[in-house]
Structure formats: structure tokens, C-alpha cells
């Protein structure tokens, strides 16, 4: 199973873009990068994924470099809102119906005023 | 998006008692729901993959007659904490997965489960 490494924290200055970097140097073929965030106390909440192509949407970007060996999300103008840990997932088949995400401990991203 | 819905957001309970923790999906069919704890300042760890009509999937070390998962339908499956003693206190989490192919999971807002 491919697992990832990100820096334990990262500190970022309110309406600066946040770039948290994730690496995944052992990931398959056919595995996804997926990133979630987790809030104190409250559920993750889903962010964005991708295979290989960068992808964008109304809550972040990520960036796989051609290797596919690492990401980086991008939060481009974060508020306080956006303080949270965030988490680098490669997805892993279990089964033919079930597929398990392995978490690590993620980033614990602080966005400063 | 998807709303997944978990009550009760904390519980305390004394110690031997049972404790049962729904979750719903509001809006979509969930053929596949997980269970995790979480304990202070660690990650999330997967107890259970439930799939609706059929018994549950347990990780390894967890106890499948101490965690009791029922997903009697497509959008509610039920987590039961049984004899729950100190050491079970944790932050309990379901997710669901809509359909399959799916690949993004809608997360509960989580149990504090505090056992005296």
C-alpha cells in the first residue's frame, strides 16, 4: 500500500496561498492522490483528488508532478477558516467493491491574521 | 454536496452501559459506510466497512461483538458501543460512499464519546 509523507505543520499568513506538500513516492499506476481536511472536533471534510492530471476546483487546486511521486495542494487566498489538518491520502484497492484510505497525521496548517 | 449525518455529536455514558451511534445519509444511497475512531492528536483509524444487508468487515484488533454495526438500509447504518468501559472514549467518525465508482466519502461530524 502507498503511503505518504507531509510536514507535520505549516504556518500561513491570511490571504496568502497555502502550498502543502505531500509525497508519495511508492504510488501505483491506477492509485489516486486524495485530500481531505479535518476541522477540530468535526469530520473530514473532502477537498479534491486527482490521478495525474493537476486539477482545480472551488476549494483548492493540486498539483502531481509527472512522476507522480508527489502533490501539492493549494489553498490560494486562505482565511482562518482554512486552518485545519489536512490530510494526503493515496487510495488503495482492498477489494473488488471495498477500497480503504490509510491516514496519516497529516498537516496541521494554522492560518495566521 | 452529500450530507451525512451523525447523532448523538457527544455522549457520555457510565461505564457497562451501551452506546448506539447513528449515522445517516441525507441525500444520496450508501451502499458502503465506514466506522473510525480517532483518539486526541492521531489520525483516523478505520474499525469496520459495512456494506447495506450484509455483515460488517472488521479490522484487525477490532472486536466485532464489542463494536456492533447494523446497515439495515441505504442510508442508516448504526454503530453500538457495548459493556463501553474508560478506554473506549474516543471520537467515533462514519463516512458513506454513494454508489460505486464513487471514490469521494461524505463524513459524519463525528460521536465524542466520553465513558465514565
Known amino acids: 500500500d502507498a503511503k505518504t509523507t507531509q510536514p507535520p505543520s505549516m504556518d500561513c499568513a491570511e490571504g496568502r496561498a497555502a502550498n502543502l506538500p505531500c509525497n508519495h513516492s511508492?504510488?501505483?499506476?491506477?492509485?489516486?492522490v486524495y485530500w481531505y481536511r479535518q476541522i477540530h472536533s468535526q469530520g473530514p471534510q473532502y477537498i479534491i483528488h486527482g490521478l495525474k492530471n493537476n486539477e482545480t476546483n472551488e476549494m483548492a487546486s493540486l498539483i502531481i508532478t509527472e512522476d507522480r511521486k508527489s502533490s501539492t495542494l493549494i489553498l490560494p487566498h486562505a482565511t482562518l477558516r482554512d486552518t485545519a489538518v489536512y490530510y494526503c491520502i493515496v487510495r488503495v484497492a482492498r477489494d473488488g467493491n471495498n477500497r480503504k484510505l490509510i491516514w496519516g497525521l497529516g498537516t496541521s496548517l494554522a492560518v495566521n491574521p | 454536496g452529500a450530507v451525512v449525518s451523525q447523532h448523538p455529536s457527544r455522549v457520555i455514558c457510565k461505564s457497562g452501559t451501551s452506546v448506539k451511534i447513528e449515522c445517516r445519509s441525507l441525500d444520496f444511497q450508501a451502499t458502503t459506510m465506514f466506522w473510525y475512531r480517532q483518539f486526541p492528536k492521531q489520525s483516523l483509524m478505520l474499525m469496520a466497512t459495512?456494506?447495506?444487508?450484509?455483515?460488517?468487515?472488521?479490522e484487525q484488533g477490532v472486536e466485532k461483538d464489542k463494536f456492533l454495526i447494523n446497515h439495515a438500509s441505504l442510508t442508516l447504518s448504526t454503530l453500538t458501543v457495548t459493556s463501553a468501559h474508560p478506554e473506549d472514549s474516543s471520537f467515533y467518525i462514519c463516512?458513506?460512499?454513494?454508489?460505486?465508482?464513487?471514490?469521494?466519502?461524505?463524513f459524519g461530524s463525528g460521536t465524542q464519546l466520553s465513558v465514565l
Open positions: 463516512s458513506a460512499r454513494r454508489g460505486n465508482g464513487n471514490e469521494k466519502l461524505f
Open positions: 511508492t504510488i501505483s499506476g491506477n492509485e489516486y
Open positions: 459495512s456494506n447495506e444487508g450484509s455483515k460488517a468487515t472488521y
